[in-house]
């Protein structure tokens, strides 16, 4: 069974994960740490779509269709917070793509991933 974006606010909540105010790689640790192995398998099905739709939005904007990996990218983003740091990684470079560097940082930060947090130090 996958997890809808309504149950997994829940299981959030439950866990007293404040997502709006971690970075992506800090939800994604913490879920992995509280949440059941039943919650997780859940979670990862809608994982594996969100990651389908990052790979279509790494092609369009491989293409140069800009506007269409940024729909891409919100549509991943609005399956929920499990996950979103390729997310956020992908949409940094896409404002890097545009020339906004300032948004860019901004969802490098959201992710907080690795790589995010490489590529942020490059640019600062």
Sequence with gaps: MCMTPKQERELLER???DAER??????????????TRE??????????RKMEYCAQAE???AQGNLRRAEELLEYALSLG???NEA?????GDLWMKRGDREKASSYYRKSGSIE?????RSIS
């Design 59 to 61: 092609q369009a904007m």
């Design 15 to 17: 866990y007293g994960i």
């Design 81 to 83: 917070v499990y996950g």
């Design 22 to 35: 971690l970075s992506a790689e800090q939800v994604t640790c913490m879920l992995r740490e509280r949440a």
């Design 87 to 91: 997310v956020y990684n992908l949409l």
């Design 116 to 120: 995010s947090l490489k590529k942020l």
């Design 39 to 48: 919650e997780l398998e859940a979670l990862k099905k809608r994982y594996m």
